[in-house]
């Protein structure tokens, strides 16, 4: 053997083997990543508001979603993906917050998650997020206007799908995201920062915010305990669309769905979605009244 032919076999040999090193690396993190809990017992309904419990199919998984019509027929309505370690039972509180300020919800929980059948994995998710946006867009013919809202996993499961949903969304709402699935690892301890390079970037949250075409509004805590607040303030320098970013003060990573804090947290968000304008967000009524003016700024 050549040395020509010696140095290409050792080429092809170190190529496979990072090949390989990378593929085993994403399916040990895939397996930890991913934290589901049983379905919980609040609905809206017990918090006085109806709803509609839904079962519907993503490939031969059953799912489970649950509906809030606004009392208006022709209401805006937003699409939540909800984050990891929560079910929809954790979002009750927020499907009746934004039912009492006249905006439609449906949440759904992936695959594994809540009593959907099926075990998590970042294609299932995909799958998951396509047909939930299919069952929402057939819920909600009338609704003035169709928002998407992914809040920290669900931001990523969001972004990843946005391109292939038809028609484009009024608006997209990034809460509590993050800007690299692969620096999100690092963050939570489910690999060393010298060995991350191994694992592919499945969720380049700061890629795919450069595809967006629609109107999109970053919110995020100062003081964020799970993500760093730095995350948003990337992903917005990433987004070449109509945009706002809002930092919020002294909100842990969970506020969105915390009910003592949802004043703060969803005010500017329920601006966007009456008034439909990142530029002018607005007072959304009451609750961003409440708001602390300071609250909403640039970093």
């Known amino acids: 053997m050549t040395r020509t032919r010696l140095f290409l076999v050792i080429l092809i040999g170190l190529a496979l083997l990072v090949s390989v090193g990378r593929y085993s ?13 049983p379905r919980g017992t609040l ?6 508001v109806p709803s509609q419990q839904i079962v ?10 649950s509906y809030v019509q606004a009392p208006r027929l022709g209401a805006a309505a937003v699409l939540i993906f909800h984050g990891d370690e ?24 992936y695959s594994g998650y809540g009593s959907s059948t099926g075990a998590p994995s970042v294609r299932h998710l995909d799958q998951d997020g396509l047909s939930a946006h299919q069952r929402f867009m057939a819920l909600t013919p009338q609704a003035s206007r169709h928002y998407l ?12 799908i946005l391109p292939d949903l038809h028609p484009a969304p009024n608006g997209v709402v990034i809460a509590s995201g993050f800007a690299s699935a692969r620096e999100a690892t690092i963050a939570v301890g489910l690999m060393p ?22 109107p999109v509004l970053i919110v995020h805590s100062r003081a964020d305990e799970v993500l760093d607040w730095h995350q948003a303030v990337r992903l917005s ?3 070449t669309s109509p945009h706002r970013l809002v930092m919020l003060d002294a909100l842990t990573h969970d506020a969105a769905i915390t009910p003592q804090d949802q004043d703060r947290y969803w005010g500017p968000i329920l601006g966007f979605f009456h008034s439909g304008d990142v530029a002018d967000i607005g007072m959304a009524g009451l609750m961003m009244s409440k708001q602390k003016k300071q609250d909403v700024n640039q970093p």
Do not use: C, I
Not at 43 to 48: I, M, N, Q, R, V
Not at 193 to 214: H, I
């Open 25 to 37: 690396a994403f399916l040990l993190v895939e397996r930890q990543a991913f934290t589901t809990t």
């Open 43 to 48: 609905t809206p309904e017990k918090l006085g």
């Open 86 to 109: 929560e079910n929809v039972a954790d979002w009750a509180y927020v499907q009746k917050l934004l039912y009492e300020n006249g905006v439609s919800s449906f949440v759904f929980d």
């Open 149 to 160: 809202l992914g809040f920290s996993l669900g931001a990523a499961v969001l972004l990843d």
């Open 237 to 239: 320098k990433a987004v």
């Open 193 to 214: 920062k010298w060995l991350a390079w191994l694992l592919p970037d499945v969720w380049d949250n700061e890629s795919r915010m450069r595809l967006v075409q629609s």
């Open 56 to 65: 519907f199919h993503s490939g031969d998984r059953a799912l489970h979603g």
